[in-house]
């Protein structure tokens, strides 16, 4: 779902996450900030030991988003079942900032295999 539409009804009823959003000046973006502004309250306490995964897109180095991402999970009590992902894209020019950015097919195929592996495992119980 994109993080515009994620409610805590949608939250509650997941089994795990899958948390994937582009870093923008060494954080997360305001989209996934917002959802989170939004959410944490309403399910904190709620959905303590659900698995969660990452994936982030950064210019450089994407750490900044990252550590966000685990502090909230931390606070949720979210446990982290894979290793973090950053794709980076290597726009450092000012002109490689400002445009329109694509993710390669490959991270697209291991996004989607992450995806899958995440969802296999809460079925299968693993998580």
């Known amino acids: 779902m994109k993080a515009a539409d994620v409610m805590p009804p ?4 997941a089994g795990g996450y899958l948390f994937a959003c582009p870093e923008n000046l060494a954080t997360m973006s305001g989209a996934m900030k917002e959802m989170f502004d939004r959410c944490y309250y309403p399910v904190l306490g709620r959905i303590e030991g659900r698995p969660y995964a990452t994936m982030i897109a950064a ?4 750490e900044g988003a990252q550590r966000q991402l685990d502090r909230i999970a931390k606070g949720w009590r979210l446990k982290r079942v894979t290793e973090p992902w950053i794709v ?3 726009a450092q020019t ?6 329109q ?3 390669e097919p490959i991270d697209l195929e ?3 295999t992450m995806g899958k592996a995440l969802a296999e495992g809460l079925e299968a119980g693993i998580f």
């Open 110 to 112: 291991n996004a989607a």
């Open 94 to 99: 000012s002109k490689d900032i400002a445009a």
């Open 101 to 103: 950015k694509t993710v």
């Open 59 to 62: 210019g450089s180095d994407g």
């Open 10 to 13: 949608h939250l509650l009823e």
């Open 88 to 90: 980076i894209t290597n």
